[in-house]
Structures are given as structure tokens and as C-alpha cells.
């Protein structure tokens, strides 16, 4: 009683989110054999306050899930992510880099977010960018997608395995040319401008398919020479991490900077794009999730920040930790109580 009297205390302490008009949450450990599952799905995240739900839908399920989501107020993202292709068109490590992968993960291993210390290399391949063949094979998934019954896109998983740049011959010569008509260009800024103009023709492909869809990304993996590049992506909302999902979790101030460096480019290259901080939580065994009162404190950073959008991952996380829910769904106008259970058990 005392630990559920604190969650009602520290959620009245600021409004309830209505000034965040977007509040999208990524869904990918819940149920979804069955239509009641699916319903369940959608009413949780209601529940919990979001109203844009950015999933992978059953196929053949999505005109049932977009429908759902209407009849509740909410938009459906599907979740369309940027991996897989041929081997031979993965991105190449350097040799130092490539003998890590061999190696047992270390224990603060952070899984694409800002890496602790330089050797982290992402375990999961990510195929090159500059390959034309990726180009195709991904604008091919987009075209598709954007056919499909949905409000939107949402893209993830654009970036670099060991958070800077690929090393194959392909990019290697690119960096060449890019070099020969700018001199002056670093390492970094080409290939941030690499992750830029892949994800921005693949707006384009989905927006040629259907012009008024709607489009957002969580950027991901970590581009550690700049985390802070969301505002030069051609989308309607872009999420760039403001908390990170594993321990050793950011100082609270790190999470008020990181808001205030996304927030202020906003829209300062494209007019439509607006700024969705991100923020992780991860209920798994032995993962040191964050406590109640500390994504209270940070949902109110955001809401204080100024923001109109929020991203959040994942649902199921959050509904399997109650009271963290509750919290969650008081800071976002939601109707969640911690006695509250699903159908089948899953609170």
C-alpha cells in the first residue's frame, strides 16, 4: 500500500500529458495469436495513455489492428526495420573490431545505445548503406509497406555496428570521391551524411507509395560522433534516446541535456519534423530496471521540456511491471490501475 501510495503522489505531481500530442509506444514481447490478443494489445497501450502504436503486425492483421486503434483514437505505425539482405552486402568491421564479436559480452554491454567504452561492437550484422543493392531491396520493403493499411511507418535500425562508419570497399571509395569534391570532409560527417540520405530516400519511397502517410524512426544504433543528428531526417517525428534502457542508467541531468539537444534543432531543416525524445525501459530478469520514481522523473523532464511528441519502448515491459504502468499512465492521461489485469493473466 505505502509503495502504491508514492506512484499516486509522484504521478499527481504534474498534468496529464495532454500537451504531448504524440505519444507513441514500440511494441514487440506481447501476445499476438489470436484477434483477442491483438484487441488486448491496442487496449493496453490506451490504457497506458499512448495514442500511436508503432508494432510488426500479423500478416493479413493490419486492416484488423488500424481498425482497433481508430475505434480507440489511436494511430498505427507499423514497425518496418532495416536488416537482413545477402551476406555479402553486410557491413565490414575492422579486423580488431571483427575478433570482439568472438568474444563473450562484456557485462555492461549496451545493445546499440551509447556504447561505456570504445570496443563495443553490435553483435547483430546491419547491411552497408552505400550498397545499391541494400537501396533497392529495402526501397522494395517500403513500397510494400506503405500499401498496407496503417497510418504510418516506423523505421528502425539504421545505423552502424560499431557506431561510426562501415569499412568495406564500397564505402571506402565513396569516402574517396565524397573527399575529392570536398576536401575539407571528415570521417564523420560523411558518414553521418550516409545514415541521413539513406533514411531520408526511404521517406521519400513510402511517401511516393502514399503522399499523406505518416513517418517516424527511433535512431538507432548510436552514431557516437553525434547522436543528435534526428533534425536533418525528412520525417514527421523523430526518436532520438534520451534514456537508455540498461544499467548503468544516465544521470537524471544527462537525460535533461539530451532533451534539450534534441529539442532545439527540431525543425530546423525540415518545417514538419518534430522531435519525439525517447525513453527505454526493459523489465527483463536481471536488466536493473529503472524504478517507479525514476521514470516519473522522467516523463516529467520530457513534459516540462516543452515536447509535443514521446516515444516509449516497450509495452509489454511496462504493463509486466504495474506500478511502473500506473505511474506512467497517470503522467500520460491514461486510464491504467496497478489492480487492473488482462484477460489471461498478464497485468
Not at 543528428?229 to 537508455?244: A, D, I, K, M
Not at 516497450?314 to 500520460?332: I, T
Request: proline share 7%; aromatic share 10%.
Amino acid at each position: 500500500m505505502r509503495r502504491l501510495t508514492l506512484v499516486l503522489a509522484l504521478a499527481a505531481a504534474t498534468s496529464s500529458g495532454a500537451e504531448l500530442s504524440w505519444r507513441a509506444v514500440w511494441e514487440w514481447s506481447l501476445p499476438k495469436r489470436t484477434d483477442a490478443d491483438l484487441v488486448r494489445l491496442v487496449e493496453s497501450a490506451q490504457a497506458l495513455g499512448f495514442n500511436a502504436l508503432l508494432m510488426s503486425v500479423p500478416a493479413g492483421k493490419e486492416q484488423f489492428v488500424a481498425d482497433e486503434c481508430h475505434r480507440r483514437g489511436m494511430q498505427l505505425y507499423l514497425s518496418t526495420v532495416f536488416t537482413g539482405g545477402d551476406p555479402s552486402w553486410q557491413q565490414a568491421l575492422t579486423p580488431a573490431q571483427e575478433a570482439r564479436l568472438d568474444l563473450p559480452l562484456p557485462a555492461d554491454y549496451q545493445h546499440g545505445g551509447e556504447p561505456l567504452t570504445a570496443e563495443e561492437v553490435l553483435q547483430s550484422p546491419l547491411p552497408c548503406w552505400n550498397r545499391q543493392e541494400v537501396h533497392t531491396l529495402f526501397a522494395q520493403r517500403v513500397r510494400r509497406m506503405a500499401a498496407l493499411p496503417a497510418d504510418g511507418l516506423a523505421f528502425d535500425c539504421i545505423g552502424y555496428r560499431n557506431y561510426e562508419r562501415c569499412h568495406c570497399p564500397t564505402c571506402d571509395a565513396g569516402l574517396r570521391r565524397a573527399r575529392r569534391t570536398d576536401p575539407g570532409m571528415t570521417v564523420p560527417r560523411w558518414a553521418e551524411d550516409v545514415l541521413v540520405s539513406f533514411t531520408n530516400e526511404m521517406a521519400e519511397v513510402a511517401r511516393a507509395a502514399r503522399p499523406l502517410i505518416g513517418l517516424t524512426v527511433h535512431v538507432y544504433p548510436v552514431f557516437a560522433p553525434n547522436p543528435y543528428y534526428g533534425h536533418r531526417l525528412n520525417l514527421h517525428y523523430t526518436g532520438e534516446t534520451v534514456s537508455w534502457f540498461f544499467h548503468p542508467h544516465w544521470p537524471l541531468t544527462k537525460v535533461e541535456a539530451r532533451l534539450q539537444r534534441v529539442l532545439q534543432r527540431q525543425r530546423s531543416v525540415w518545417p514538419d519534423q518534430t522531435a519525439a525524445p525517447f525513453i527505454g525501459f526493459d523489465a527483463r530478469q536481471l536488466r536493473h530496471y529503472r524504478s517507479t520514481r525514476r521514470v516519473v522523473q522522467e516523463l516529467e523532464a520530457v513534459q516540462q521540456s516543452g515536447a509535443s511528441a514521446l516515444q516509449m519502448a516497450e509495452l509489454g515491459y511496462l504493463l509486466d511491471k504495474p506500478l511502473v504502468a500506473q505511474a506512467v499512465a497517470e503522467k500520460l492521461g491514461g486510464s491504467y490501475r496497478a489492480h487492473w489485469r488482462q484477460p489471461g493473466g498478464r497485468p
